[in-house]
């Protein structure tokens, strides 16, 4: 009954306390608020539309047009390019997979994403599985993204227990104006590889929808890497009045994946069958002087993997076959209020219920017909918290927030952050924070498979920043530099059990990071505009696929019908093992071009590595040599 209570009693204060603010807020000055124009908006880091330059923390953002002019399916190998500290994992042309040997983990600052320590939202809403507790990376392509907002730094404050390294927020696309536009995007090349999407439009009124489907397939660079997926996203809007909106949008995505393992030990009959969906319903307000948002989600996943064998080993095919559902929904309340001049304070209130069950069916063998469970278990979250915002003067920001946050198994967590924002002459920025990060054990870690422990501890780090910026030449040339360091401990590790043989899962990992993260971009006139950046981390605790250098420079070239981009990125210091250490590093030349040949249909072609790189992100999976794909886009 509580389940029910809690979240409907929040609901009716909430409706209470917004028609109560909007009835004292004169209609004037809502408007005037309402259009103002900010120098660069983001939701990330805050609940409601904020200049990015009030924040204390560091918000990168990857915009439409730069999502576009990368020709990807997925948005990880863009992300990886355009923000410093983030790496992803990769091991083939296309497609992450899952289970043993899977790539698409996300690390930011040493913090991987594949242990459940950086989130994924798509708009707001959390998108990690709720057994295994990681995103599944093949679900996140470009056609659902009008750009991607990534915090770097723990954002537990406002987004809970897996936001502890920080998040990556996929803002979905929508249309500005009245009218319907459909978009084909397709294309083929290496290793038989096929891309297509198509995306359609609307708006009329009050009324917005954008629907799109994607298909990829490719026969991998090694034999049995074969991965196809099937994918789906619709959203739909509608503006009650001026200042409410409704929506409700569903993402999912099925793929089919081959896992030939590691080169010294080839599998067979590695095959994965997975699929992932999403679904919510919202609604919004903004008043201007207050706005806030409440949304219902549900995310809920269907994994079948076969594991295969190695005949080199004398293994023999397996009798069974590995099953989980898992799901996760939630309750997602905020209302961002100006108490006084200059202030902006936001109340929220999250619950979550996540976790399935796994079990392995057995299709031959003495077994034969019948089941196993491994884990049928849910967990549940409630959480308040405040986020604090004051302006003080022209010069200077003072950000604070603070959440209270109770799991049903752990109990409850403080996590707090602070931070100041300088305005500087000259359109500079000095920006200085320090925020506390968590993350509770998920399921895998404490009930399924040795090295399993129940009795695991969260997660806790601190993270302490400080960040230069500035915008010169009329705003034509920008650039940042941040330093951070990282202080974690009770970190997860598998290690030899203390009290009995094998070994186990304990909180005895601890972080010790320290880093310099630089961004510059330059636009040197219409046609021609350069980008890089640069991050070096050290880790007194090395892990893997976290480099120590990563650098990229990019140049971008538009005029007329063409549309050309190139970039270079370095990768040094690389780990793909810790135990025994095993370092990379690489170089790759990526070019991109696309030409309009009608005001309806654009050509367009894209090589990558072009500098036919040897070298491995994965231990063991050799990435592709020199790929080259091209195809069209069409416009109606």
Not at 357 to 376: F, L, P
Not at 490 to 502: K, Q, R, V, Y
Request: aromatic share 12%; with cysteine; net charge negative.
């Amino acid at each position: 009954m509580a389940r029910i209570v809690i979240p409907m009693v929040c609901l009716l204060l909430w409706a209470a306390a917004t028609t109560v603010w909007a009835q004292d807020t004169p209609h004037d000055t809502l408007m005037t608020n309402r259009n103002h124009t900010l120098e660069e908006v983001v939701v990330t880091g805050t609940r409601n539309e904020t200049d990015i330059r009030h924040l204390s923390q560091t918000v990168s953002v990857v915009n439409r047009t730069t999502i576009e002019r990368s020709l990807q399916p997925s948005l990880l190998p863009v992300l990886t390019e355009q923000v410093p500290g983030l790496f992803t994992t990769s091991r083939s042309v296309m497609g992450y997979g899952v289970s043993n040997g899977a790539a698409g983990g996300i690390s930011l600052r040493g913090l991987s994403g594949g242990n459940a320590r950086m989130m994924v939202l798509i708009d707001g809403h959390p998108q990690y599985a709720g057994i295994f507790g990681h995103p599944i990376s093949d679900a996140y392509q470009t056609l659902l993204a009008d750009r991607v907002e990534v915090l770097r730094g723990p954002a537990s404050v406002l987004y809970g227990s897996n936001a502890m390294g920080g998040v990556i927020n996929i803002v979905t696309r929508k249309m500005q104006e009245d009218g319907i536009r459909t978009d084909l995007h397709a294309g083929y090349g290496s290793y038989n590889t096929l891309e297509t999407e198509l995306t359609n439009r609307i708006r009329k009124g009050r009324f917005s929808s954008v629907i799109s489907g994607s298909y990829n397939r490719t026969d991998g660079h090694r034999d049995n890497m074969e991965f196809e997926q099937y994918g789906g996203y619709a959203k739909l809007g509608y503006e009650v009045s001026t200042y409410w909106n409704a929506y409700a949008d569903v993402n999912v995505t099925h793929f089919n994946a081959t896992y030939p393992g590691p080169v010294s030990a080839p599998l067979l009959e590695g095959d994965q069958r997975i699929t992932r969906g999403m679904a919510s319903l919202g609604v919004a307000n903004d008043y201007g002087l207050t706005s806030g948002a409440l949304s219902f989600f549900y995310n809920w996943g269907d994994h079948w993997i076969n594991d295969g064998y190695t005949p080199s080993a004398g293994e023999l095919p397996q009798d069974g076959r590995f099953n989980s559902f898992d799901d996760m929904m939630g309750i997602s309340l905020y209302q961002s209020v100006q108490l006084f001049k200059g202030n902006r304070t936001t109340f929220g209130f999250d619950w979550f219920r996540y976790g399935g069950e796994a079990w392995t069916e057995y299709v031959k063998g003495e077994n034969a017909g019948t089941r196993e469970d491994i884990v049928n278990k849910h967990e549940n979250e409630v959480a308040g918290y405040v986020d604090f915002r004051q302006d003080i003067g022209s010069w200077l920001t003072f950000n604070a927030g603070l959440r209270i946050d109770h799991h049903s198994r752990v109990g409850t967590e403080w996590v707090p952050q602070a931070g100041l924002a300088f305005h500087l002459p000259h359109d500079a920025e000095f920006k200085v924070s320090t925020s506390k990060g968590f993350r509770y054990p998920i399921l895998r870690e404490m009930y399924m498979f040795p090295p399993q422990n129940p009795n695991l501890k969260p997660e806790s780090m601190w993270n302490y920043e400080i960040a230069f910026s500035q915008k010169l030449m009329d705003g034509r040339l920008s650039y940042g530099v941040n330093l951070f360091y990282i202080d974690g401990k009770n970190l997860i590790m598998t290690l030899p059990n203390p009290n009995g043989s094998g070994r186990i899962n304990l909180n005895s990992g601890k972080i010790d990071n320290t880093g310099v993260e630089v961004q510059t971009a330059y636009r040197i006139n219409q046609a021609w505009s350069v980008n890089g950046n640069y991050s070096f981390l050290h880790m007194e605790n090395p892990v893997v696929a976290a480099p120590e250098h990563k650098l990229y420079a990019g140049a971008n070239f538009m005029q007329g019908r063409w549309n050309l981009s190139t970039g270079v990125q370095y990768i040094a210091g690389l780990y793909t093992s810790t135990d025994p250490a095993v370092t990379e590093s690489f170089v790759l030349w990526n070019l991109r071009a696309s030409f309009r040949a009608a005001r309806w249909l654009d050509i367009w072609a894209r090589g990558e590595n072009l500098l036919a790189q040897k070298y491995e992100i994965n231990a063991g999976y050799p990435m592709p040599r020199a790929t080259v794909m091209a195809g069209i886009n069409i416009k109606f």
